[in-house]
């Protein structure tokens, strides 16, 4: 099975105010709104699975919620899901990480049969191309539908998806924290003006959070290890802080901006002039070599577009 974590996301959701934006943000409001964020707590997501004989390091919180005067633990299960394909074997994974989850609370003593087992809320960040179209409960996957008689016996799980690239610049912009930010330069990686673009945005974020100082290295840490994967060829090792060093990163997003326009018309240049090819080939009599002398290009280019035309 592919990796499904990404190191710099991993390092994100190690932080309690990222999972508290991922929650505010982007879960439903009837659910983040119950939850005390001063109580989250990082939990140990290594464990092995029995079927897979995999160890998996998603990450799990444990977060207070308060619901009608009763106040409850409840276990966020992260799974950070970065394939370039949608997976709809999904929610026979999450059935099956959650039993595991379950399985490692009664084995480390954190809880026992008798006590019962916690709730927990299955959380699934992807960032794929394709939206996501993968079913999000086990009962559906069971096909045709049991009977009546049998439908109490099916399995049921459920979990929340987060598709980054389903959200607007819009509603990132609506959001404004810095996590926000990130899922906007994520998004922008189509074009280097677009990234530019996302990138001013986050440091304008991060400028006006009263937490600067701490997000910050984060999400240049963050923001360096994207650009890597990028292939951007900008200065990375001078670059320790987003707010401090913006100019210098504009300065290097601005030539891969330069760069990308002038790539652009060099390609419409050289379309227009093949266009022209086809239509001195369609419609004259004129050599390879001479339509290669008057469009200025090599005669194998003409060749081959004159073999294109013939198919």
């Excluded at 809320?121 to 009977?147: C, H, K, S």
């Excluded at 008689?149 to 509603?171: C, M």
């Excluded at 290669?292 to 290009?297: F, G, K, P, S």
Aim: hydrophobic fraction near 40%.
């Amino acid at each position: 099975m592919a990796n499904h974590y990404d190191t710099g996301y991993k390092e994100l959701f190690s932080y309690p105010e990222f999972v508290q934006q991922l929650l505010e943000g982007f879960a439903p409001p009837e659910i983040s709104e119950l939850m005390d964020f001063s109580t989250l707590k990082l939990h140990s997501g290594n464990y092995i699975t029995p079927l897979f004989e995999e160890k998996f390091e998603d990450l799990v919180w444990s977060v207070q919620v308060n619901w009608q005067g009763a106040t409850q633990e409840v276990y966020l299960y992260l799974l950070l899901e970065f394939q370039s394909r949608v997976d709809r074997t999904m929610p026979i994974r999450l059935m099956h990480y959650v039993a595991c989850f379950y399985d490692h609370l009664l084995k480390a003593k954190a809880t026992t049969p008798g006590k019962g087992l916690p709730p927990v809320f299955p959380v699934v960040l992807y960032n794929g191309n394709p939206r996501w179209t993968a079913p999000q409960d086990i009962y559906d996957m069971v096909q045709p539908e049991p009977p009546a008689f049998l439908k109490p016996y099916q399995p049921h799980l459920r979990y929340y998806v987060i598709d980054e690239g389903a959200y607007s610049n819009q509603e990132l912009a609506q959001r404004h924290s810095p996590l926000s930010g990130i899922f906007g330069i994520e998004n922008a990686a189509t074009s280097w003006e677009s990234l530019q673009q996302a990138v001013d945005r986050i440091v304008a974020i991060i400028q006006a959070d009263p937490h600067k100082p701490r997000i910050d290295p984060i999400i240049t840490r963050w923001v360096k290890r994207h650009l890597q994967r990028l292939g951007a060829g900008v200065n990375l090792e001078a670059l320790t802080s987003l707010v401090e060093d913006k100019n210098m990163l504009a300065e290097n997003l601005e030539n891969l901006v330069k760069r990308e326009r002038l790539e652009g018309h060099q390609q419409g240049v050289l379309e227009t002039k093949h266009n022209s090819v086809r239509k001195l080939i369609a419609l004259t009599e004129m050599t390879d070599e001479l339509i290669a002398e008057i469009e200025e290009l090599s005669v194998e280019d003409v060749e081959r577009l004159r073999a294109e035309t013939r198919h």
